[in-house]
């Protein structure tokens, strides 16, 4: 083949394959754009868990204007409320994955414009998760289906990553989705970690072994870096305030991550500090007391052997690790699974999150589940993905429970919302009525019937 034919090919080839992919995109996004529709319902004669107070048998939710009107048995229903029989049905708050880059990523492999969830440099903290999100992601829809209504998602690149955001699975722009736009500073905080092991002193891919003291010496470097550029936003704050009270003085140099930092280091919202091991999480514990932060650890494996400085702090924990593997060779099987038990057991507030990019989020329910198959309570693990979040992250106001005066984010389902059998029947969010639709159902509903030829 000569070279001028090989780049006629190629040229068709690459415009091929993108009018494909717009077509695609093009398909996609009307999918996604469905939005549901407003109104006033109530649901009546289902099985209401309100997770706040006792189960109502018999009872009746009560939809309008965004919000849950009423709540409870012998309801008086609005004139003209479009009447949902819950007959043999239950209702529960919408669940909530409090760690998540849903929004932010969507192919991590070969697709480098479709991932938004890293910066590059090491003090990203003007980051915000908000302005990235996609709200026409395919893992939106594909998530909200399963009964996830609302998720953090976060951004994971560099020592402090960016601000996250609290958002619901709903809306056609980043605003209309946004519950806390800016919710929680996220840190991957230092820790002591390098290569190690194998023969002659080599780990893996030949990277030699190295000194535990001094890993231990990179590890305080980086924190001692990081209390510096907190202490450099405190500053920065003090001199902005002044400034703003006396405009003779020196006007300060806009440093935007210095900025972004302030209400953080003042200890005005909460950070969230990716760390695993005993070890990680109680430098975390001193990082926050002596700073005085607002401190929460995501990731948190091996949270329950740190319950007292955890406890003493204040700190609250979201668990990642259900579905992950045993860390160490000599761990029991179960050990992530009964994390959470553990957790529960040392006193420490918590709740469940599948920690993924959003493929995966769509299990939420069945991380809690197989928690409280090893020995959490059914009562906890449902609190774990709904009012436990919600309380931690601020929005207990909002969400979490099924409670008067809350947004209307319910799902309706034919089972336990934990069981994988279960199936939902009907869901809202923030009071529009979701239709229960994704790439997933698509799929299937284009084969379900298909039947293939007789072989002859």
Partial sequence: MNIRRFQILTFLFSVTLCLCGESLAQSDGSQQNKTGRAGTFAIVGARVVTVSGAVIENGAV??????????????????????????????????????????LAEIGQGANATMDIAETGTN??????????????????????????????????????????????????????????????????P?????GGGFGGFGGFGRPQTDFNELVRRRDTQ???????????VNYGRAMDAYAKDKTLPEPAVNLPLEALVPYARGEKPI????????????VAKFVSELKLKGIISGAQEAWKAADVLKANNIAVIY?????LPTRDDDPYDIQFEGPSKIKQAGIRFAISTGGQGSDNRDLPYHAGLAGAYGLS???????VTIYPAEILGIADRLGSIDVGKMANIVVTDGDI?????NIKYEFIAGRLIPLTSRHTELRDSFENRKLPAVQ
């Fill in 124 to 189: 990203n903290a003007n980051a915000k998760a908000i302005s990235g999100i996609n709200p026409h992601s395919s893992h939106v829809n594909v998530t909200r289906v399963n009964g996830i209504t609302t998720v953090m998602s976060a951004p994971t690149g560099g020592l402090i990553a960016g601000q996250s955001a609290i958002i619901n699975l709903n809306g056609s722009t980043q605003a209309e989705m946004a519950v806390v736009p800016t919710a929680a500073l996220v840190i991957n905080f």
């Fill in 191 to 195: 820790r002591i970690a390098g290569g």
């Fill in 418 to 422: 934990l069981d994988p059998r279960t």
């Fill in 320 to 324: 990642t690790n259900v579905y992950d």
């Fill in 62 to 103: 009560v939809i309008q204007n965004g919000k849950i009107a009423a709540v409870g048995t012998g309801l008086s229903i609005p004139s003209g409320a479009e009447k949902i029989d819950g007959k043999g049905l239950s209702v529960y708050p919408g669940m909530i994955d409090s760690a998540t880059g849903l929004g």
């Fill in 378 to 384: 059914r009562e906890d693990a449902l609190k774990s």
């Fill in 272 to 283: 969230v500090f990716a760390a695993e091991r005993e070890r990680d999480i109680r430098a």
């Fill in 223 to 233: 924190i001692d870096e990081l209390k510096k550029l907190f202490t450099e936003a």
